[in-house]
């Protein structure tokens, strides 16, 4: 199993309405793509600045690559980030995962 990781920041007072924009875009489109198996957001907020993490889990390198093309080691984005990201990171993290 693969672990997928994303990381975003908002302005704090976009916090709620970037997570519903995320559950309508990324959430979705990771949920739909075979091969995924399971979404997890975590969030904080940190004065003005609120953190998103997108943790999903995949069955393999080649789900991913469904969901976020061939060069998969990059943050995939869609048109109304503009509106609330304050900035663009362009690669995530991958690890391989161990349950037990």
């Not at 672990?3 to 975003?8: D, L, P």
């Not at 995320?22 to 739909?32: F, H, I, M, N, W």
């Not at 060069?71 to 990171?89: G, H, I, V, W």
Request: net charge negative; charged share 25%; hydrophobic share 35%.
């Amino acid at each position: 199993m693969i672990t997928r990781i994303w990381h975003g920041t908002t302005a704090a007072h976009h916090a709620e309405a970037y997570l519903e924009y995320l559950q309508q875009s990324g959430l979705a489109d990771y949920k739909r793509t075979p091969g995924n198996l399971g979404v997890q957001v975590l969030r904080r907020v940190e004065g003005d600045i609120c953190h998103f993490w997108t943790v999903t889990r995949w069955e393999s390198y080649a789900s991913i690559r469904q969901f976020a093309g061939d060069d998969y080691t990059k943050a995939r984005y869609y048109p109304d980030d503009a509106n609330y990201l304050l900035s663009f990171e362009p690669d995530v993290l991958h690890c391989e995962t161990f349950e037990y």
